[in-house]
């Protein structure tokens, strides 16, 4: 069959529902937790790790929420154990502080 000039091909952008806010957006600008098949929890930054997994956009309010309204626990199906909430929120804290220049209060709640 011949090919059909000027015709695109359209190609499907995965997407997922960030666990806090409900927001459906593209995979690739959501970030990963994953429940590692040995139990641990943490982030995977390949997207690609097996294991059950649930997606947070970058909003701080929303990794606040998700911890602390034990969203994450509950889409895992799982009890998050606390090093692994206290290690996500540190790397969330991190990587806000690094990419939006703002300070959170994930971890403690006194602003510290």
């Not at 960030?18 to 641990?40: D, F």
């Not at 059950?52 to 309010?61: A, K, M």
């Not at 009890?79 to 939006?100: G, I, Q, R, S, W």
């Amino acid at each position: 069959m011949p090919a059909l000039h000027g015709v695109t091909k359209h190609t499907r952008t995965p997407t997922r529902t960030c666990v806090a806010c409900r927001e459906t957006m593209a995979k690739s600008s959501l970030v990963r937790i994953v429940k590692t098949p040995r139990g641990a929890v943490a982030m995977d930054p390949t997207g690609k790790s097996p294991g059950r997994g649930v997606y947070l956009c970058h909003n701080p309010q929303c990794w606040e929420t998700a911890l602390k309204k034990k969203r994450i626990d509950h889409a895992l199906k799982t009890e998050v154990p606390l090093k692994d909430k206290t290690n996500l929120a540190e790397v969330a804290k991190t990587m806000f502080v690094n990419h939006m220049h703002t300070p959170t209060t994930l971890s403690g709640g006194d602003g510290s």
